[in-house]
């Protein structure tokens, strides 16, 4: 049985559990394994954010111990505050906690990488009883591969620009609709990608039953095969907690769950908002791969031919290159700009263009529905991940093929020629146009693809 957290009972039948719990505690007499312990508050001022990347970068391969606070046994790895009444196992391959470090598993080609089918995770999956589900039934859990980090900085920020100019679109929608008396529909898009249109009325109400790709609050979340994640900080909130147990306090603190130690573990402040923020800004500063002059490769003509382009697009323009930590969208339970006098401000080292910048991470960051019957291996899933339907995926960035075999959403799909098989819905014109070309022309076409990430790809 799960509690989520509120005034109740239980809050003083848990807390004498976990004191007693805690007492019961052997010392670890190795010490905790987390040496870096940066002020958000400091950092990118008398706190050098060149020291906080470093310390980010040690956070990422500390392999946690209990003296961490590692482990959970009396919460969940829901993405939000959710007790157990019993305890729980220490390390459980479906639910979690499953690894000892975030470079257990993002380690492909490099720390920071992706993963191989062997670092699969499985998301949302469920409780029964006392201990984690021990099923991978899609019924389930959603099984996903190990995605690689490099680049995310970018992204974030192409995701945030995007964000605004649409919520910009439907701001001006909603005061034409006031101004003339009358309902106002508006076809929305953002970087030359097409997301539906929307209706609005002179009171402000908004139908979104038109949107394509997106949710209704028009907040590009480019994170995770469903696209449901807003920031790297909320991934890694969402990720400490499933898979280490470690409880960043901005989620799992007293202020806002009333418990010092919510997972009962013996171990109070577990993980600070300094240590979250650096963790965070290394991930950003990874840099992205290098796919400069790409479109020399024989390949890449034949990429545009068949259509992949119209969803993985090829180059994506930036106003900016500034990476701003906390994310203005984040959601509750994450540090916002709102909750900090501290917005660290990191540049990236993107590709300056004209009076901007540009990421060549073959993504268009919306979702496609990607299966039918003809071709239905992404209608594997069983189990909604915040209301997106089973069938639509967020566009997978291409950027990194070079170095991140497997392939597909839940890393099955030994090769490039299978995962571009797999591809219906949306993106079977596509699919049909790649299986017309000559036996020559889908060799090129793939070994272009396979080098993407790589300067050897440049001819």
Not at 29 to 38: E, M
Not at 158 to 179: F, G, N, P, V
Not at 343 to 351: G, K, N, S
Not at 422 to 436: L, M, R, S, V
Request: hydrophobic share 35%; aromatic share 8%.
């Amino acid at each position: 049985m799960n509690f989520k957290v509120g005034p109740s009972l239980y809050t003083a039948i848990f807390g004498l559990v976990w004191c007693a719990m805690a007492q019961g505690t052997p010392e670890i007499y190795d010490g905790p394994a987390i040496s870096v312990f940066p002020d958000h508050e400091k950092i990118g001022k008398n706190y050098p954010l060149k020291q906080a990347l470093s310390d980010g970068k040690r956070l990422f391969i500390t392999k946690f111990n209990t003296a961490d606070g590692a482990g959970r046994p009396f919460a969940t790895e829901h993405n939000f505050p959710t007790r157990r009444s019993e305890s729980g196992p220490s390390f459980q391959r479906i639910a979690g906690p499953d690894a000892s470090s975030c470079a257990g598993c993002h380690n492909q080609p490099a720390v920071g990488g992706s993963g191989e089918f062997a670092t699969n995770v499985f998301v949302a999956a469920p409780q029964f009883g006392s201990t984690p589900n021990e099923s991978i039934n899609a019924v389930f859990a959603n099984e996903r591969n190990t995605r690689s980090l490099w680049g995310i900085g970018g992204i974030e920020i192409a995701a945030t620009e995007m964000s605004r100019e649409l919520m910009r679109q439907r701001d001006t929608a909603i005061q034409r609709a006031q101004k003339e008396g009358h309902d106002v529909e508006v076809k929305l898009s953002a970087k030359g990608v097409p997301f539906g249109s929307i209706v609005v009325t002179p009171e402000g109400d908004l139908d979104s039953t038109r949107l394509e790709g997106i949710s209704p609050d028009l907040v590009i979340k480019p994170f995770n095969a469903k696209g449901t994640v807003v920031s790297i900080r909320d991934f890694t909130v969402v990720a400490l907690n499933q898979h280490h147990g470690i409880e960043p306090i901005e989620m799992f603190g007293e202020t806002r769950t009333g418990f010092k130690d919510f997972d009962g573990d013996g171990k109070e402040g577990e993980f600070s908002n300094g240590q979250t923020t650096a963790l965070t800004l290394w991930q950003a500063s990874l840099p992205a791969p290098n796919n400069q002059g790409f479109q020399k490769h024989p390949g890449f003509q034949l990429f545009k031919q068949v259509g992949c382009d119209s969803c993985h697009i090829p180059a994506m323009h930036l106003q900016s290159n500034v990476f701003k930590e906390p994310n203005e969208f984040n959601r509750e339970g994450v540090l916002a700009p709102a909750d900090t006098k501290n917005v660290v401000r990191m540049p990236l080292a993107l590709a300056h263009v004209g009076k901007g910048y540009v990421i060549n991470a073959y993504t268009d960051l919306k979702r496609h529905v990607m299966c039918d019957d003809k071709r239905n291996y992404f209608c594997n899933e069983r189990k909604k991940q915040d209301k997106v339907p089973l069938n639509e995926f967020m566009t997978s960035r291409l950027w990194d093929l070079h170095t991140k075999a497997p392939y597909c959403h839940r890393g099955d799909c030994t090769s490039i020629t299978e995962a571009i098989e797999a591809h219906g819905g949306e993106a079977a014109a596509a699919t049909d146009a790649f299986d017309a070309l000559p036996r020559k022309d889908k060799i090129t076409l793939v070994q272009f693809l396979k080098s993407l990430g790589s300067r050897d790809a440049v001819h």
